[in-house]
């Protein structure tokens, strides 16, 4: 859906400064990208599933609870019960979409799950949250040519990222046409504009008193909570407490840093967790746990996943990168005089040739964070084209220990978004005189 975005952006604002024309005949056929789209995660459901078989796996489909901690019960769609027994069990259940209270919420809006459900792009599209889901979504929304409207809780979104991230995005999506409501505290109501009709449009009333009228779909992505104990709607669930399995408040099954939980032989991981809740998190935490388990090499023993320096993206428009701490919690962690910050402004190469003014040209962000004498890289934030396929690289280089002056000493590619990664600050100093020798020496200056 992001990639169909993408397209839609290129047609509509970008396509025409490249010498190209005819953009407004593209129209979008939203089922016929639906039915690719399902189709292709079909695809891969089947590979799983192969995989799994040719593997001597054996699924078992059904609403599973314990029993006791070796123990498990599955309830199959047609009501069917039976017992299963092993020595170890791991507990990956993941998470779910949270409907926060509020008359009507729960009732009228869909969730991110919903959003794939949709048979038509909506006209009128109201997006509440302000994490990874919500500015995807809306994101994607708005691209696609929905009139869409971000609802936030407080001033904007990702607030949790550095602030040059989270202030950037929020002046990207303002420009892209999408509507914030800020300082809302969320929704308080949800009702049908046409009463009896709950197909039609809604109207959502704010904590705030604000009312945003005739939405075609309100779509809640306002967090999410863990497939845990009576958490889970309509079902038993899991009950923890047959097997003696903890939480902790918030639902989260507590584990140690091998993926242990109190109980011996039972074993939680992913998003039920609740730590660094990403896929690509939860499979590592999982081939550590198996290797330790069964491989009976003398290393995986001790074998672990860690949470440190995980590089992320959020699939927005523009996109995110980031990797490690942000320069608010670097300087609570080492003290503002053992910090070096670089950043950079400037825009992407792809807009070069677009007859506008500089300053309506989109924007890539970039911060380099840096402690102590010898400059250690402990943050790297990126908002830009480009900056979910260069993030990987440069995680695998903060994993290595990397300092500024390994970044300084790296051949940057050129001509990339990504060399300024590896030549920022410098050009500040002795590469900015060498470059006036040069142009001195062919006559420019």
């Given at each position: 859906?992001?990639?169909?975005?993408?397209?839609?952006?290129?047609?509509?604002?970008?396509?025409?400064?490249?010498?190209f024309?005819?953009?407004?005949?593209?129209?979008?056929?939203?089922?016929?990208?639906?039915t690719?789209?399902?189709?292709?995660?079909k695809?891969?459901?089947?590979?799983?599933?192969?995989?799994?078989?040719?593997?001597?796996?054996t699924?078992?489909?059904?609403?599973c609870s314990?029993v006791?901690?070796?123990t498990?019960?599955?309830?199959?769609?047609?009501?069917?019960?039976?017992?299963?027994?092993a020595?170890?069990?791991?507990?990956?259940?993941?998470?779910?979409?949270?409907?926060?209270?509020?008359?009507?919420?729960e009732?009228?809006?869909?969730?991110s799950?919903?959003?794939?459900?949709?048979?038509?792009?909506?006209?009128?599209a109201?997006?509440?949250?302000a994490?990874?889901?919500?500015?995807?979504?809306?994101?994607?929304?708005?691209?696609?040519?929905?009139?869409?409207?971000?609802?936030?809780?407080?001033?904007?979104?990702?607030?949790?990222f550095?602030?040059?991230?989270?202030?950037?995005?929020?002046?990207?999506?303002?420009k892209?046409?999408?509507?914030?409501?800020?300082?809302?505290?969320?929704?308080?109501?949800?009702?049908?504009?046409?009463?009896?009709?709950p197909?039609?449009?809604?109207?959502?009333?704010?904590?705030?008193?604000?009312?945003?009228y005739?939405?075609?779909?309100?779509?809640?992505?306002?967090?999410?909570v863990?497939?845990?104990?009576?958490?889970?709607?309509?079902t038993?669930?899991?009950?923890?407490?047959?097997?003696?399995?903890?939480?902790?408040p918030?639902?989260?099954?507590?584990?140690?840093?091998?993926?242990?939980?109190?109980?011996?032989?039972?074993?939680?991981?992913?998003d039920?967790?609740?730590?660094?809740?990403?896929?690509p998190m939860?499979?590592?935490?999982?081939r550590?746990?198996?290797?330790?388990?069964?491989?009976?090499?003398?290393?995986?023993?001790?074998?672990?996943?860690?949470?440190?320096?995980?590089?992320?993206?959020?699939?927005?428009?523009?996109?995110?990168?980031?990797?490690?701490i942000?320069?608010?919690?670097?300087?609570?962690?080492?003290?503002?005089?053992?910090?070096?910050?670089?950043t950079?402004?400037?825009?992407?190469?792809?807009?070069?040739v677009?007859?506008?003014?500089?300053?309506?040209?989109?924007?890539?962000?970039?911060?380099?964070?840096?402690?102590?004498?010898?400059?250690?890289v402990?943050?790297?934030?990126?908002?830009?084209?480009?900056?979910?396929?260069?993030?990987?690289?440069?995680g695998v280089?903060?994993?290595?220990?990397?300092?500024k002056?390994?970044?300084d000493?790296c051949v940057?590619?050129?001509?990339?978004?990504s060399?300024?990664?590896?030549?920022?600050?410098?050009w500040?100093?002795r590469?900015?005189r060498?470059?006036?020798?040069?142009?001195?020496?062919?006559?420019?200056?």
């Open positions: 859906m992001w990639s169909a975005a993408t397209i839609a952006d290129i047609l509509k604002h970008d396509m025409q400064h490249y010498g024309s005819g953009g407004e005949e593209c129209k979008l056929d939203f089922a016929k990208l639906k690719a789209r399902d189709n292709y995660v695809r891969l459901n089947t590979i799983y599933e192969n995989g799994f078989k040719n593997a001597g796996v699924g078992v489909y059904g609403e314990f006791d901690k070796h498990v019960q599955v309830v199959s769609d047609t009501g069917d019960k039976k017992e299963y027994t020595e170890k069990i791991v507990i990956a259940t993941g998470g779910r979409p949270l409907f926060p209270p509020g008359e009507g919420v009732e009228y809006c869909i969730s799950d919903g959003f794939f459900e949709l048979e038509e792009l909506p006209k009128v109201v997006v509440v949250g994490g990874y889901i919500a500015v995807e979504l809306a994101g994607v929304l708005n691209s696609l040519g929905s009139e869409v409207h971000l609802v936030v809780r407080k001033k904007q979104a990702l607030r949790d550095d602030t040059m991230i989270s202030d950037g995005l929020d002046v990207e999506m303002t892209a046409g999408i509507n914030i409501h800020r300082h809302t505290n969320g929704v308080a109501k949800v009702s049908l504009a046409d009463v009896g009709n197909k039609g449009k809604k109207n959502i009333t704010l904590h705030s008193g604000d009312v945003i005739g939405a075609d779909v309100v779509l809640m992505a306002a967090g999410r863990p497939n845990s104990a009576e958490f889970i709607p309509n038993t669930g899991l009950q923890l407490e047959q097997c003696g399995v903890e939480i902790n918030r639902k989260y099954i507590i584990v140690d840093e091998y993926q242990n939980t109190n109980v011996d032989n039972i074993y939680a991981l992913g039920v967790c609740g730590t660094v809740e990403l896929t939860a499979i590592a935490a999982g550590r746990l198996a290797d330790r388990m069964f491989s009976g090499r003398e290393d995986d023993k001790v074998a672990k996943v860690s949470y440190d320096l995980v590089p992320t993206v959020v699939f927005s428009h523009p996109t995110i990168g980031t990797c490690g942000t320069e608010t919690k670097a300087v609570e962690k080492y003290g503002e005089e053992n910090l070096k910050v670089y950079s402004k400037f825009s992407n190469l792809f807009y070069g677009f007859d506008v003014k500089p300053e309506e040209k989109p924007k890539t962000l970039m911060k380099v964070i840096c402690a102590g004498v010898e400059e250690k402990v943050g790297i934030h990126v908002l830009g084209m480009g900056a979910d396929e260069m993030m990987q690289g440069f280089a903060m994993k290595m220990g990397a300092t002056a390994d970044l000493s940057a590619i050129h001509p990339t978004a060399e300024e990664l590896v030549t920022m600050g410098v500040g100093t590469k900015v060498f470059c006036v020798v040069l142009l001195c020496v062919y006559g420019v200056l």
